[in-house]
């Protein structure tokens, strides 16, 4: 598993008669190995207001004409969002799509492994998750993936790594079985592992000396938000807390806003507009509104995990710490093609509740991070405890 096993794009999905919002990211994958939609010379893309995007009717025409014509309306569609100049816009296939529906469901086929390439294209893990098929096969972070299914892994993208890990290729469901080539040291073995239906481990929690708590969101997936209000409401009293938002790309808006409803006692989280019409998102009353708190952010911080950070920035709630996010504010809409395929396109973007826009300029923290991130966060927690 790897961050596209773990989760996905963070998309709004039609489930039955409601409408859940969510705010597009990257594959996480993409976070781990630096693929940031970045110019050349490390400038922010302009935001998407400042594009044309496509309508919905008009890829749906699209799709229909090639659909009569006998030829793939994903492909039709897929040309005709490419020329939109919408960054965020994309077309997927219907599996795909049921995949992201699963992701932010909190659930996964995989074997349990986190893994990212490094610089000389080795691929590396970096988590096991606990109870996982891989962590019962004796794997380890810092081992090396040589190959899966006989095939070797070097050099290749992660996406593609993940891809093998899954069967995608085979559709392969849940106890279908894959073989992998490792090494650790000089140490070379292989181990085959059967696939399982996992959950994503999205909110983590450690406590560190000195009575502070970190809770790390890796995205916003289904009951995430309930179980960061649950440990902020067991916590110690006294306890600071450091919310880990790094590399989190997003995910489901309303667990973020119920996430920030933890720490506030009502009031604005965000602004939104959606062809034009404004809207608003506000959290719940009762959240802990004087427990120490710092949100530690990193360039791979994106979209609703933006919103929540602006959230707690805007109304003096948490010191911000870390480097600037990543810039995505807008927000996408699907709609089902005649192949059932699925082709989303943005429709509007959120501000904070000061007004500010995301997209495109991403969040400054208060506060850089330095070289140690998270000892950072704890000095700067400590002194806001001292203060209080």
């Known amino acids: 598993m790897s961050g596209r096993d773990l989760f996905c794009q963070p998309r709004r999905i039609r489930r039955g008669a409601a409408l859940t919002l969510v705010f597009a990211g990257v594959l996480a994958a993409g976070a781990a190995t630096g693929a940031f939609d970045f110019d050349h010379a490390g400038r922010r893309p302009a935001p998407d207001s400042a594009r044309t995007a496509p309508r919905h009717d008009a890829v749906q025409q699209a799709a229909a004409a090639a659909l009569a014509d006998g030829t793939s309306p994903m492909e039709a569609a897929e040309r005709a969002v490419s020329r939109s100049g919408d960054r965020w816009a994309a077309v997927y296939s219907e599996g ?23 610089r000389d294209g080795r691929i590396e893990v970096t988590r096991v998750q606990s109870g996982s098929p891989a962590a019962e096969a004796g794997i380890r972070k810092g081992d090396r993936l040589r190959s899966v299914d006989g095939e070797k892994v070097d050099g ?8 093998l890990l899954r069967g995608d290729a085979h ?12 090494e650790r040291g000089t140490h070379v073995w292989s181990r085959t592992l059967r696939r399982a239906r996992l959950s994503t481990d999205s909110v983590t929690v450690r406590r560190l000396p000195g009575d502070v708590l970190v809770i790390r969101i890796a995205a916003f997936t289904k009951g995430s938000g309930d179980v ?7 916590a110690p009293a006294g306890a600071g807390i450091v919310l880990d938002l ?6 489901l808006v309303t667990e973020a806003v119920t996430t920030a409803s ?3 006692d009502g009031g604005l989280v965000a602004t939104y507009d959606t062809d034009g019409e404004q809207r608003a998102l506000h959290a ?13 952010v990193d360039g791979g911080t994106m979209s609703a995990a933006e919103m929540l950070t602006g959230a707690l920035q805007d109304r003096g709630r948490a010191v911000v710490v870390g480097s600037r996010t990543f810039g995505k504010g807008s927000i996408q809409m699907p709609t089902r093609l005649p192949d059932g395929s699925v082709a989303e396109l943005t429709v509007g973007h959120y501000r904070t509740p000061a007004g500010h826009s995301v997209d495109g300029r991403g969040i400054t923290p208060d506060l850089e991070a330095g070289r140690q991130p998270l000892r950072r966060a704890e000095s700067i927690l400590g002194g806001l405890g001292d203060a209080s």
């Open 96 to 118: 795909e799509y049921e995949e992201f529906q699963e992701a932010l469901d909190g659930e996964y086929t995989g074997v349990g492994l986190w893994a990212r390439r490094e």
């Open 156 to 163: 290749r993208p992660v996406t593609e790594v993940v891809s």
């Open 171 to 182: 559709d392969a469901p849940a106890g279908t079985t894959v073989r992998l080539g490792l």
């Open 228 to 234: 960061v209000r649950t440990v902020v409401r067991q």
């Open 246 to 251: 790094r590399g989190n790309s997003g995910g």
């Open 262 to 264: 933890a720490f506030l």
């Open 284 to 296: 719940d009353a009762g959240g802990d509104t004087t427990r120490p708190l710092v949100a530690l």
